[in-house]
């Protein structure tokens, strides 16, 4: 799907405030490596994950989501009146039911015509959110939409280093379970609008999106684990990356060269090198994050765009590539123009 009237009218994230340090992890499961002869460090040097952020064990996904999106509704300098439409995106939640959306929805104070719900894709979620508030803009059918996204992984991150400490995990359970140690906690936050109300804002131009879910055994997780194949995961997602890639080619007339930034998911090293290395990516086009916040699932890709905007690197007229993969499979690559 492409759009014509739709604009990027504020953008936020939040980082979780506490270090966690990939040393302080191996120092924990140091007894568990010597026991099963592992010596390689996954997570340093082969994930180039040096440290990730968590939040107090007292926040809520929801909590998290409010903060951005309070500072996304401040930055679009709009009536929060005027939302039609709230979209929360998060892997975490906070219940089952009630949705996520209605949460945050609730402490924002928003309205009873504003629409709300999650949609959940793994760590393609967030895409999804933009394309389907994109779909309603450009109907008409609401002005204003806000895409939200608060990820927490302190559950995950506690009970799966408590199985790997135990005596008796085996190295099989220790390398499916690994992964889960690469994610992050953090929160990201979008209002999108009617492009004639915010002539000046970036346009979000759509993108397309593909689907090999014939691949949906690769990666299953609940709150508290979460089980990888990763080297498969790597190479059937890379396929579907590449026939994605093709796909925008012919879409959004996207010639590498001639992008000025690439906004890649931030999984590992592995992955964003991949990435590069397939569709001849110069490296200084792609701002990495990984190594200091992990894999933040869905958030990943607006906090990457908001760091951006944050360190002056975007311009007026700077032709950005989103590119987000999920477990499932499924892949969305979609243009921003600033």
């Known amino acids: ?28 499961l140091q ?39 309070e500072k996304a509704i401040a930055d679009a300098g709009i009536d929060r009146a005027k939302i039609g439409l709230l979209v929360n995106t998060s892997v975490s939640r906070d219940f089952l039911e009630p949705s996520t ?26 895409l999804n959110g933009m394309d389907i508030a994109s779909r309603m803009i450009e109907r008409g059918e609401i002005e204003y939409a806000l895409v939200v996204d608060g990820e927490t992984a302190n559950l995950a991150y506690k009970k799966t280093l408590e199985r790997l400490s135990a005596p008796d995990v085996t190295e099989e359970q220790f390398r499916n379970e690994l992964a889960t140690l690469t994610l992050g906690c953090g ?43 990763t080297r498969m995961l790597l190479i059937e997602g890379l396929k579907l990356a590449t026939a994605t890639f093709g796909a925008a080619r012919q879409a959004l007339g996207w010639v590498v060269e001639e992008l000025d930034e690439f906004v890649i998911h931030q999984v590992s090293q592995v992955h ?46 700077d032709r950005v590539a989103l590119l987000g993969i999920g477990s499932g499979l499924n892949c969305s690559m979609a243009e921003v123009v600033w």
């Open 1 to 28: 799907m492409l759009f014509q009237h739709v604009s990027i009218a504020g953008l936020a994230h939040i980082d979780a405030p506490n270090r966690l340090s990939s040393a302080d992890i191996n120092a924990q």
């Open 187 to 229: 929160a990201a936050a979008m209002v999108l609008s009617r492009a004639e109300l915010t002539p000046d804002a970036p346009k979000y131009r759509g993108g397309v999106t593909k689907a090999a879910t014939q691949w949906n055994t690769l990666c299953r997780g609940n709150l508290d684990r979460m089980v990888t194949d």
């Open 272 to 317: 964003t090198q991949a990435f590069i290395k397939a569709f001849g990516i110069d490296p200084k086009k792609v701002l990495t994050i990984f190594n200091e916040h992990g894999n933040i699932g869905p958030a990943s890709v607006p906090i990457v765009l908001s760091k951006l905007r944050e360190m002056g690197r975007l311009k007026k007229g």
């Open 31 to 69: 007894p568990t490596m010597d026991r099963l002869g592992i010596k390689t460090d996954v997570l340093q040097d082969i994930a180039g994950i040096y440290a990730r952020r968590l939040w107090g064990d007292e926040v809520e996904a929801s909590d998290a989501a409010t903060l951005a999106a």
């Open 101 to 126: 959306a209605s949460i945050v929805s609730g402490n924002l104070g928003l309205g009873e015509n504003c629409q709300n719900f999650d949609v959940a894709n793994a760590c393609l979620a967030f």
